[in-house]
């Protein structure tokens, strides 16, 4: 049970009675402890001449032992660090001085050697880890650079040169956003006293991030451009002679009975092609022979381009108007026209 405020005061009273008559205050003093006991007494409304219920609810003790016991009880009990742990800790810290002499002489092998045996002895040190993640960035090694570096900051995030050599590994491969992250977190750490190079690598990476971003948005609107290019130039190949899905006729024929006459347009596969899909589709040819180049061409075979207009109210026998291009019902009924549709379909093969 605790003990109450008055309780309190009259084990110090009692204290001060005791170091009174036992010689722990001078004769000089004497006087002035004893006025210290009255006006202690009459501030707290205690009586001062009552000690032996205080001792009896304190078990007998002085305030003196009460506050040892006090004391013992609260008094951390020491980490006991066996002897071979501490042996180890001296071995691994032998071995981190070797690295940093090596590092020193720019000897970079040897220093990823000692660092690394200080690292078997104690995995998880994050200043062991930090140096060896220096080591491999001076040899070339970066990707073992981050793994080191990203280690070290895992075992103690407080670490602050692990996130500097963390960000300078990110750099050096590319990851430009994960070194601007890296320099950013010990930035943060070391507060109002960054560090020159923390602050220089961040600038650089951040600078670097943002020069990154203005390509990717320069080549998406370039890509965008060609797509639209592409799109327009589509647009007018399908609107130009031969459209509906079929070839330039006029490009193909030439000089219109050229390569050699009807012979060479015989040999011409991309022309053979173009035939077939013709007859596949009346209504291709009929918008073909509306072409003032074909016409040309069927006028120059004799295929009924040539025919004189006639006079106005006189129809062609399927409605279209005969001074507009030539016949198409002559054109399918012309020997030559027959001929050649045949030889494009099925050679000299007969029914």
Same mark, same amino acid.
């Given at each position: 049970?605790?003990?109450?405020?008055?309780?309190?005061?009259?084990?110090?009273? $009692?204290?001060?009675?005791?170091? %009174?008559?036992?010689?722990?205050?001078?004769?000089?003093?004497?006087?002035?402890?004893?006025?210290?006991?009255?006006?202690?007494?009459?501030a707290?409304?205690?009586?001062?001449?009552?000690?032996?219920?205080?001792?009896?609810?304190?078990?007998?003790?002085?305030?003196?032992?009460?506050?040892?016991?006090? $004391?013992a009880?609260?008094?951390?009990?020491?980490?006991?660090?066996?002897?071979?742990?501490?042996?180890?800790? +001296?071995?691994?810290?032998?071995?981190?001085?070797?690295?940093?002499?090596?590092?020193?002489?720019?000897?970079?092998?040897?220093?990823?050697?000692?660092?690394?045996?200080?690292?078997?002895?104690?995995?998880t040190?994050?200043?062991?880890? %930090?140096?060896?993640?220096?080591?491999?960035?001076?040899?070339?090694?970066?990707?073992?650079?981050?793994?080191?570096? +990203?280690?070290?900051?895992?075992?103690?995030?407080?670490?602050?040169?692990?996130?500097?050599?963390?960000?300078?590994?990110?750099?050096?491969?590319?990851?430009?956003?994960?070194?601007?992250?890296?320099?950013?977190?010990?930035?943060?750490?070391?507060?109002?006293?960054?560090?020159?190079?923390?602050?220089?690598?961040?600038?650089?990476?951040? +600078?670097k991030?943002?020069?990154?971003?203005?390509?990717?948005?320069?080549?998406?609107?370039?890509?965008?451009?060609?797509?639209?290019?592409?799109?327009t130039?589509?647009?007018?190949?399908?609107?130009?002679?031969?459209?509906?899905?079929?070839?330039?006729?006029?490009?193909?024929?030439?000089?219109?009975?050229?390569?050699?006459?009807?012979?060479?347009?015989?040999?011409?596969?991309?022309?053979?092609?173009?035939?077939?899909?013709?007859?596949?589709?009346? $209504?291709?040819?009929?918008?073909?022979?509306?072409?003032? $180049?074909?016409?040309?061409?069927?006028?120059?075979?004799g295929?009924?381009?040539?025919?004189?207009?006639?006079?106005?109210?006189?129809?062609?026998?399927?409605?279209e108007?005969?001074?507009?291009?030539?016949?198409?019902?002559?054109?399918?009924?012309?020997?030559?026209?027959?001929?050649?549709?045949?030889?494009?379909?099925?050679?000299?093969?007969?029914?």
């Amino acid at each position: 049970m605790s003990a109450t405020n008055k309780e309190v005061v009259q084990a110090i009273i $009692s204290f001060l009675k005791s170091s %009174s008559k036992d010689g722990s205050v001078s004769e000089d003093y004497v006087e002035s402890v004893d006025m210290a006991i009255d006006c202690i007494a009459d501030a707290f409304e205690v009586d001062k001449d009552v000690e032996s219920a205080v001792k009896a609810k304190f078990g007998n003790k002085t305030l003196n032992e009460l506050l040892g016991a006090s $004391s013992a009880s609260s008094q951390q009990v020491p980490i006991h660090i066996p002897k071979e742990d501490e042996e180890l800790k +001296q071995r691994a810290e032998a071995f981190k001085l070797e690295g940093n002499k090596a590092m020193s002489a720019r000897d970079f092998e040897t220093a990823v050697a000692k660092y690394t045996s200080a690292i078997e002895l104690i995995p998880t040190n994050s200043v062991y880890l %930090s140096n060896r993640a220096a080591a491999y960035s001076s040899l070339g090694k970066h990707e073992s650079a981050i793994e080191d570096a +990203q280690k070290s900051v895992d075992s103690d995030p407080s670490y602050v040169k692990a996130y500097s050599r963390l960000g300078l590994a990110k750099y050096v491969t590319g990851d430009i956003k994960g070194s601007v992250e890296a320099y950013k977190k010990g930035l943060d750490l070391e507060g109002e006293n960054a560090s020159e190079t923390m602050k220089k690598g961040y600038n650089t990476a951040k +600078q670097k991030l943002s020069e990154q971003i203005a390509n990717q948005l320069q080549s998406t609107n370039t890509k965008g451009g060609d797509t639209e290019e592409s799109t327009t130039k589509a647009s007018n190949e399908s609107t130009g002679p031969g459209s509906g899905g079929l070839p330039d006729l006029s490009s193909l024929l030439g000089g219109a009975g050229g390569a050699g006459g009807l012979a060479g347009l015989m040999n011409n596969p991309q022309l053979m092609q173009a035939a077939q899909s013709l007859m596949q589709n009346p $209504s291709a040819l009929q918008g073909l022979m509306s072409d003032p $180049s074909i016409r040309q061409m069927a006028e120059k075979f004799g295929l009924g381009g040539g025919s004189a207009p006639k006079a106005d109210g006189e129809g062609s026998a399927d409605g279209e108007d005969s001074g507009s291009g030539p016949n198409l019902n002559d054109l399918m009924n012309n020997p030559m026209l027959q001929n050649l549709a045949s030889q494009f379909m099925g050679g000299d093969k007969k029914p």
